[in-house]
């Protein structure tokens, strides 16, 4: 790649070329877009990020005052107390991602075209879910946690072990200990993923939000409430599938190119050394588990994984592998964060978001007949546990994933 190609890519202002008016429209469209599913996002203390000033951002904790239950004498001024605040700091990290887009349509109309508008869904879409998954990633190393079926660690945890009433009311309890405000001065919050609100939702305790909250005052994704518990659903809640496949764990999960009878052709790559540890490794694809009898390295495309088992239907192209020892059986481990007021915060993303497009023609001689243009997002993002013993982290596994008793 060429500097000029490499300058290109780099997305860094928002061109000229683009009139202000299709600008505002986009960033405005991007935000709509992207509000439904920032389901983390919305429970954290908010920080803006600084533009200019510096790089670290801060949250600021005061500790309780202690009891004043010593009788006042009258004319008597009692000693004051101090004030202690913990301040939490961090510095946001910059993420982004962009698309190539050719001059097929024209570009440079006042009003977004239903093609622009399309690209601008997906990189949307694809903003929210990474600030979510990034947030969800922070929350999950909560030291406040809670094993479903009174387990004591996720190792030995079974597909008996779904989340129950028992279980979100256990963890309010424990809130309601810890001096934890709910959310909203009245109800706490649960977040928790399809397969898990799946086994909730049967109870002849849940209550549907139109019975108990005008439209307008849900939160996003919100979908019921449990003894005096909210709860919110959202596809980027963490699940645990086990560690990595290698030793830098880097690698969480494997792509699926194609099956050819026990052999499994894969778009990674396999070096010698990761394909030797695969060996006799449990992975878990397609709702089941198998089990690898040995890896070939190789290439994008070359590298395979010869499976034991002879039955391989549901496992194609674009089929998702992940390491298969969640709980004791290799079934995931589906995290269900029960949180108060404060427990976290985040960078807000309104406040740094931002729609970045590249027009026809502005690459330069990297594109000498204005062919290519680019279309893309960038933001900063930052997420800290600001209080342990406000939020428990219930870990349980669910019907829906469950391939083992």
């Known amino acids: ?137 922070v929350l999950a190393t909560g030291t406040n946690v809670q094993y479903a079926g009174g387990k004591n660690s996720r190792a030995t945890l079974d597909a008996a072990d779904i989340l129950t009433v028992d279980e979100i009311r256990k963890a309010k309890r424990t809130l309601e200990k810890n001096k934890a405000k709910p959310i909203d001065g009245k109800d706490f919050v649960a977040i928790v993923d399809p397969d898990v609100a799946f086994d909730l939702q049967s109870d002849e305790k849940w209550e549907n939000p139109k019975v108990y909250a005008d439209p307008k005052d849900l939160y996003s994704g919100e979908i019921g409430r449990l003894y005096g518990v909210r709860f919110v659903k959202t596809t980027e809640a963490k699940v645990f599938y086990s560690d990595a496949f290698d030793e830098a764990e880097t690698k969480t999960e494997l792509l699926v190119l194609k099956v050819e009878g026990q052999k499994v052709y894969l778009q990674d ?94 690459g330069g001689t990297a594109d000498p007949l204005k062919q290519r243009g680019t279309h893309g997002w960038k933001g900063h993002n930052f997420a800290k546990i600001l209080c342990d013993e406000y939020m428990v982290r219930i870990e349980c596994t669910a019907t829906g994933t469950n391939v083992s008793a």
Do not use: C, W
């Not at 860094?12 to 009139?19: D, F, V």
């Not at 986009?26 to 439904?36: Q, T």
């Not at 029960?338 to 915060?345: E, F, R, S, T, W």
């Open 1 to 137: 790649m060429t500097e000029q190609e490499q300058l290109l890519n780099m997305n860094t202002t928002t061109s000229p070329g683009t009139a202000p008016l299709f600008q505002e429209v986009l960033n405005r469209h991007v935000l709509m877009r992207a509000k439904p599913n920032l389901v983390h996002h919305q429970f954290g203390q908010k920080v803006k990020v600084p533009k200019g000033k510096t790089k670290t951002i801060s949250f600021d904790k005061m500790s309780p005052l202690p009891k004043a239950k010593t009788p006042l004498t009258e004319g008597v001024t009692p000693k004051g107390n101090s004030v202690n605040i913990t301040r939490v700091t961090g510095t946001p990290k910059q993420y982004g991602a962009y698309v190539t887009f050719t001059d097929e349509f024209d570009f440079y109309a006042h009003d977004p075209s239903p093609e622009v508008l399309n690209r601008n869904e997906l990189l949307a879409d694809n903003a929210a879910e990474t600030f979510d998954s990034l947030v969800a990633d």
């Open 269 to 362: 790559t396999l070096t010698e050394t990761e394909a030797s540890a695969l060996a006799s490794k449990k992975i878990y694809a397609a709702g089941r588990v198998f089990t690898i009898t040995s890896a070939t390295q190789g290439e994008n495309g070359a590298a395979y994984l010869t499976l034991t088992e002879s039955d391989l239907t549901g496992i194609g192209a674009d089929t998702v592998i992940r390491p298969a020892n969640g709980d004791a059986n290799g079934n995931p481990v589906h995290a269900v964060l029960v949180i108060g007021k404060d427990a976290y915060g985040v960078t807000d993303p309104k406040s740094n978001v931002e729609i970045i497009i590249q027009a026809l023609g502005s």
